[in-house]
């Protein structure tokens, strides 16, 4: 079955950076994927995508040049780099896989077929 493993998570502080893997199984393909947040109290948000090739890249706008979306094809893993950091960080984020051939990046959540269990990032400030 379809395995998503996030790791790399953990306490930090503000200005730091950390990067978050997600280690894939069993997909029978390679498939886009996304990064997504969710802090308490809130809803889960789009963070970042990337397509199967790694070729084109899809950031939330609250992101853009702090977060970069990379993939390694290879070893099924795709990572999430996150540079200076701020408590507004705080959640957890979850890696997930989007199947769908017509999808080149979504920043849908309801496109992803498969979740992993999530990485606590938290933030000092």
């Known amino acids: 079955q379809v395995q998503l493993v996030e790791s790399g998570g953990g306490l930090a502080q503000a200005g730091g950076s950390l990067r978050l893997s997600c280690a894939a199984s069993?997909?029978?393909?390679?498939?886009?994927m996304g990064w997504f947040r969710q802090a308490p109290g809130k809803e889960r948000e789009f963070v970042a995508a990337?397509?199967?090739?790694?070729?084109?890249?899809n950031y939330a706008n609250s992101v853009k040049r702090r977060f970069f979306i990379s993939r390694a094809n290879a070893e099924n893993t795709v990572y999430l780099q996150i540079n200076n950091l701020t408590p507004e960080d705080t959640a957890v984020y979850y890696c997930?896989?989007?199947?769908?051939?017509?999808?080149?990046?979504?920043?849908?959540?309801?496109?992803?077929?498969?979740w992993g269990q999530g990485t606590q990032v938290t933030v000092s400030s």
């Open positions: 997930a896989a989007d199947r769908a051939l017509s999808h080149i990046t979504s920043r849908n959540q309801w496109d992803y077929n498969y």
């Open positions: 990337i397509s199967r090739d790694g070729g084109s890249m």
């Open positions: 069993g997909l029978t393909s390679t498939y886009a």
